[in-house]
């Protein structure tokens, strides 16, 4: 058999083949029979030179023929298989649009989230950055710092998890006033929200972690008034306009004076409910003027500057505004419970 029937012979074949072929797979082992490197049409043009220099361009002319003959048949099916596979992928996609969509349940806030976020735009708005600092942090910071030393009385009221000596779960988010002192210089006006830690047993009223929220004023001048002023500003922008604070002497070892405060019973307007325990009052915070002592910790001067600090416990108020009897609702993730807010 001479190259041109050898030639006329893969023209044939590789029409065949092509046209019983199935898959891409298929038609790239099609390709590697015709035109690869071993090929049948490789072979054939190796042996080309046992060809007369009269014959050799004749049959070379043939073999380019037939190979972008094969080449363009081979582009064509591999389109003809990939419009075949979208058109069975679409056929398995359908989609009808008819069909009701499913209904998507959007979660929302968690109740302590809500509050948090309520507080932090008040106090925003009166100029206050929100400042955080270290869940696990050092004795100092959380103690020593603040005016309690190592045997102060105040350190068996805070049941602590200590994780060595000097370091422990912190207590309070106090911490965060000695930390800003030392990073910035007056005026300073901070909150400082964030989870604390203490070794309670769990109850209607108590657990082991929940969450409070620090501030902390200093700069030149600062006096009880404006203390006064501010929580009057929060309270009022939290409980409502009518709303009135009350002072009541207290001890705190950072802050010198200190008060307990109360709000009027933002459910009854003071005359005395189940909430308030007829009281007309609701205590909501403990506060004071910052002693000279966590000043000067702090790197600041209490020669010169003065400011106040105050805490809120954020599951405090949060039970108080949606009248709750029982803090561990906030933790359990009661699905029947969330949803109510």
Request: charged fraction near 25%; glycine fraction near 8%.
């Amino acid at each position: 058999m001479n190259h041109k029937e050898q030639l006329e012979q893969i023209r044939a074949a590789a029409s065949e083949a092509l046209s019983e072929i199935g898959s891409l797979e298929e038609l790239d082992a099609a390709r590697v029979r015709f035109l690869g490197k071993k090929g049948e049409l490789t072979a054939v043009l190796k042996t080309m030179g046992s060809l007369s220099p009269e014959e050799r361009p004749a049959v070379g002319q043939a073999a380019n023929q037939i190979r972008e003959q094969i080449t363009a048949n081979i582009e064509a099916k591999k389109e003809e298989l990939k419009a075949k596979a979208q058109d069975a992928k679409l056929l398995t996609e359908t989609l009808d649009v008819t069909l009701p969509g499913e209904p998507v349940h959007i979660g929302h806030k968690h109740p302590l989230t809500s509050v948090l976020d309520e507080v932090k735009e008040i106090f925003l708005g009166m100029g206050y950055d929100i400042r955080q600092g270290p869940e696990v942090e050092w004795d100092y910071y959380n103690f020593e710092a603040l005016n309690i030393p190592k045997g102060h009385p105040a350190r068996d009221t805070q049941d602590t998890f200590y994780i060595t000596e000097n370091m422990l779960l912190r207590t309070q988010t106090s911490g965060c006033q000695i930390r800003v002192m030392e990073e910035q210089k007056p005026p300073i006006r901070i909150i400082a929200p964030g989870r604390v830690y203490r070794s309670d047993a769990v109850d209607a009223t108590h657990s082991p972690i929940f969450h409070q929220i620090e501030g902390m004023v200093v700069d030149e001048g600062v006096t009880m008034g404006d203390l006064v002023g501010t929580l009057t500003t929060f309270a009022q922008k939290f409980y409502g306009s009518k709303t009135k604070i009350r002072l009541r002497p207290h001890h705190f070892p950072f802050t010198e004076p200190s008060c307990e405060v109360d709000v009027s019973c933002f459910k009854c307007g003071g005359k005395g409910c189940s909430m308030c325990k007829n009281e007309g009052w609701i205590e909501i915070l403990g506060a004071g003027m910052v002693h000279p002592k966590v000043l000067e910790n702090g790197g600041i001067d209490p020669e010169k500057y003065s400011g106040f600090a105050f805490g809120l416990g954020l599951e405090r108020l949060t039970m108080f505004k949606y009248d709750l009897d029982d803090m561990r609702m906030l933790f359990e993730n009661d699905v029947r419970f969330l949803e109510q807010f």
